[in-house]
């Protein structure tokens, strides 16, 4: 048993290896190189000149406010969200996890543009209707601040901590919180002292997750941050790259060293705080049943604010993307604005022959990567939690490698190496280089839900006779359906929509969405930007649809 | 008798010419298609001008200005350049051409051209990446628009100007020491307009095209952009400021690589792309400005203002005015 868990371990570290290492140990070289490329004379002038730049001080601390606020925002909404979605009886569910999955579906730039739009301090729309309702001087909120940044920053990062949180909320063992009551605790003295220590390694990869994906993102600091000069580690990374032509990526990468470092002592600090996972588990083999627990009269007040939430963070920003794209230029809704309505943008993007190709590629990349990312996933979260050896440290901190690596660096990285292999400027480099990057979008919410799935299920079964792939196709598998649903869902929408490695890797005949877009975006034409926004938007929510329904399906009762 | 045999020369010349544009098509042909690496924008129908005309197909693989030599280099020297044609600011080409990236080329397309475009046998310029002041004509009232570079720092305009991050953007940086060359007197009226557009606040975003959409809302009043906007935006409200000075920009550079997949090819694409044909297309379609002799984009007034190519600066230059212009603008 040992001997083919450790087998297999060495075998997952080998195939995450080879999809995570190469690309950034390529940037290691780059950064200890002369030249503009990985291949060059030694030097370390390239940490030198990084590291004694004296605006990085307040880079840094513009930085750890930035991502711990976006971090905590969309930990506390995800927790908040997932326990009524699944521990309550609020209605419209179903509704409500899509809407709280929308703003991972929406291109970052997008989402970020909107929000200018909806707060700006000169003609916000929600600040020029407060200013009108509340006869105001001044716009009451700027969106180009270090809040709002946090703001639309733990929007976006929302949709990561609900599919981490949901899954580890909907397999909870009722027994333990029934023992609480039954000691005279109440619902809210329960949920304290019982459901959120149980749910600590969820939250926890919740949190450290969205730490590590706002400290790699760039579209808020660039549409958000710039503006307001709020300068954090993303745009101080792109102001290195883009003075000057001959753009020196080894420099940048010198400094996303750090940011890699600080990610994996997260990761090894992640460990230890959940070192004893028996603690955690809550699906043993006694049988389990997540208990519903009745609002009452709390119901519709709780139902009406998670509506409002929802329409306000983020029905409204899909709104004004529906709306850009059906005006002719940038414009502030009017009776005039209306009036000059048409459905323009959407016919020439639906009749633009590499928009149509991109939107088949993206799609391809999608619905496949994603199901191959899962099936990886599956296995290196078990081996994550079940066998707690250092090998498996080091098989989880190997699936951090490039996904940590701020994501303007990375996709050079990437070029770097697959430039030296068959594979470059082809769909499959594009493919691989996804999954490498995504990876732990699979492994989170799986480690989180193979932690709650207590061992003596898969030693009944081995015990019975079934081999070790037989116990975790019939026994684990089943359990696991929360987490898959949540990997796939995750995976597949950070495919539709993924930018980093595309803007690099992409070439005529493998263009997606998210280049497309950004052609769009770089050109000002927010019109058609947003009709293909709209179109991405569709197809993750079909792929989001398809895959709680197949999820529902399969499910263990 | 001298004149007759000129004009037989010319006639012997236009018919070699002839024969030598036929030969290389034909083995254009035979090549099958030009992949072309360009970081400009809207040239699809160029690309597909050039297939239906031709015969040979063309790839185009648009790459953004602060990849392009990244890209280039990283595939030349891993000797999986697959482009064959590449087309970027001067600046850019300057630094592949250093690295052996480019081959020599003089097309007989650019015979019309001004002499200064031909930089030597392997870069041929084509336009100017054009920057001016555009404005929301719904909004500012005709008495208010700019006049001069100057009028930028009057009070009025406090909070309403956005511009690309002139820490950073190159070709903001590149544009404002063309301003102190070739437009201020001196360097201390340079330095007083800097002090004095700063002083009204401009709004920075990452490069030129996030400028236009907040002028076009009325987010803000006028942008330092490019108004070539004007023509790719419309109907959208944008009108630019008739200045009494210059307008500038960096060149624009065209050139065939070295090692290209596809030479013949590489050579016929760049014939197409200097014709007054390809040329009309990118002033009338994107506002291009460019350098083919009568051709200006439909923007009115345009044909009538002194564009002039901004001095080539280095990338030390550039990092240098860079973290000058952030002091002075007070970018965090």
Redesign the interface.
Known sequence: MDHSRSKLTWLLIAIVGALTVFPVLMLLLGSFSEG????GKFTVHKYVEAYTDP?LF?VLANTTLFVLGSSLLSTVLALFLAYLNTRTDIPFKFLFKIISLIPMMIPHLLFAVSWA?LL?P??GLINLALKQALSLEDAPFNI?SIWGMILVEGLLDLPIAYLIIAPAMASFDVALEESSRVCGAGTMRTFARVTLPVLRPAILAAFILGLVRSLASFAVP??IG??G???VLATHL??M???????D?GKAAAVGMSVLAASVTLIVVYRALTAESEKFVTVSSRGFRPAVIGLGKARTPLFCAVALLSLVLIVLPVAVLLYTSLV?????PSARAFSLMSWKHWSDVLGDP?SLLSLKNSLFLGVVGATLGVLLSIFVAYVIVKVKTRASGLLESLSYLSFSFPGIVIG?GF??FF??TPL??TIWALLLGYIGTYLPYGIRPMSSAFIQIHSHLEESSLVCGASPLTTLRRIIVPLLIPGIVSGWILMASMFVRELTLS??LS??GTEVLAVQIL?F??????GKLSALGIVMIGISTSLVIAATLVGNRFRAV | MKKLLLALFVLCAAVQAQAQDKALLERAKAEGKA?FYANI??V?PIIKAFTEDTGVKA????I????????A???F??G?L?ADVVQA?L??LE?LKEKGVLASYRSPAAAGYPDWASKDDKIQLFGIEYVGLIYNKEKVKPGDVPTRYEDLTLPKWK?QIVMA?P????TT?SWLIGLKENVFKSEADWRKFLQGLAANKP????????????V?????LIAISMPK?IV??A??PLDWARLSQPLMGTPRAIAVTSKAPHPAAARAFVDYWLSKKSMDMLAKDVGEYVLAPGVFPPIDGISKAKVIAIRELS?EE??KW?AEFKKIF???
């Not at chain 2, 953004?64 to 890209?71: E, G, I, P, Q």
Request: proline share 9%; glycine share 4%.
């Open positions: 503009l490329t990985a291949f605006v307040d739009l700006n000169s003609n180009y660039s549409v710039m503006p000069r709020v300068p792109y102001e790259i883009a003075t000057g032509f001959a753009t990526y002719p230029y940038s414009m502030v590499i050079i070029m770097w430039v030296q470059y400027a803007v690099v070439r005529p052609r975006a770089e050109d000002g034409l927010w | 992949s924008t809207a699809e790839e185009y693989t648009r953004s200005t602060s990849k392009f030599v990244a890209t280099i990283t595939e020297e891993a999986k697959m600011p600046p850019v630094l909070n991050n820490a950073n953007h190159a940086i709004m920075f975003v990452s490069s030129f095209g996030p400028t236009p959409a907040p076009e809302s009325g987010e803000k906007y790719t935006k109907p959208a990338d550039i990092q860079g007070d970018v965090k």
